[in-house]
């Protein structure tokens, strides 16, 4: 899977976890950029994104990315 690929699917996991269907997803979007992107909505995208891409972040992983971009290169690098 390629990190095109991860962003395609991470598209519909952001919608649903923030309940918003207009979400504009790119490489540079980070919780500035989403409305309700707050601490307990992280923990659930972190849940969701885990579940979806059967694959578990280690606390330095989630903790260091800056932005959706990373998070798609780590799951794009892992899913290879």
Do not use: Y
Not at 27 to 42: K, L, Q, R, Y
Not at 45 to 62: H, S, T, Y
């Amino acid at each position: 899977m390629n990190k095109a690929e991860v962003m395609e699917k991470l598209l519909p996991i952001f919608c649903e976890v923030f309940d918003d269907d207009d979400i504009i997803l790119r490489e540079d979007t980070t919780a500035a950029d989403i409305d309700g992107w707050d601490s307990v909505e992280h923990f659930n995208l972190i849940a969701a994104v885990e579940d979806a891409f059967g694959m578990r972040f280690q606390m330095k992983e989630v903790s260091t990315m800056k932005n959706v971009g990373e998070m798609a290169e780590l799951i794009a690098q892992r899913a290879k």
